[in-house]
């Protein structure tokens, strides 16, 4: 069992930055490959970024890529997405998911999930 729980999110101004964390618990995180997740206002959920369990694989959605970076601090069971050059259309709810395999980008196939955390971008 994975809990997740996200935090960092916040209302900022096009261009500007930001840095959301995912903390999980469980002794087990590194072998979870772990991912970003957004879900905008009357849209479905749609995949942003991913990180193997290591950490040596990333894989982005274009349109966050050069502007979105994921890493993860294993020692601290904790994920993050740093966030630049924010758009208005980045602002949706970001959530984190776990999965034991790097390389989904399907929401349906992650078996943890946090209970989300709020961007909002103003022009």
């Known amino acids: 069992q994975v809990q997740l729980v996200e935090s960092g999110g916040g209302l900022v101004q096009a261009g500007d930055s930001l840095r959301l964390s995912c903390a999980a618990s469980g002794r087990t995180f590194s072998s979870y490959a772990m991912a970003w997740f957004r879900q905008a206002l009357g849209k479905e959920r749609e995949f942003v970024a991913a990180i193997s369990g290591s950490g040596s694989r990333a894989d982005y959605v274009e349109f966050v890529k050069g502007r979105f970076t994921i890493s993860r601090d294993n020692a601290k069971n904790t994920v993050y997405l740093q966030m630049n050059s924010l758009k208005p259309e980045d602002a949706a709810a970001y959530y984190c998911?776990?999965?034991?395999?790097?390389?989904?980008?399907?929401?349906?196939?992650?078996?943890?999930w946090g209970q989300g955390t709020q961007v909002a971008v103003s022009s």
């Open positions: 998911a776990a999965i034991p395999t790097f390389g989904s980008r399907r929401s349906g196939e992650y078996y943890y």
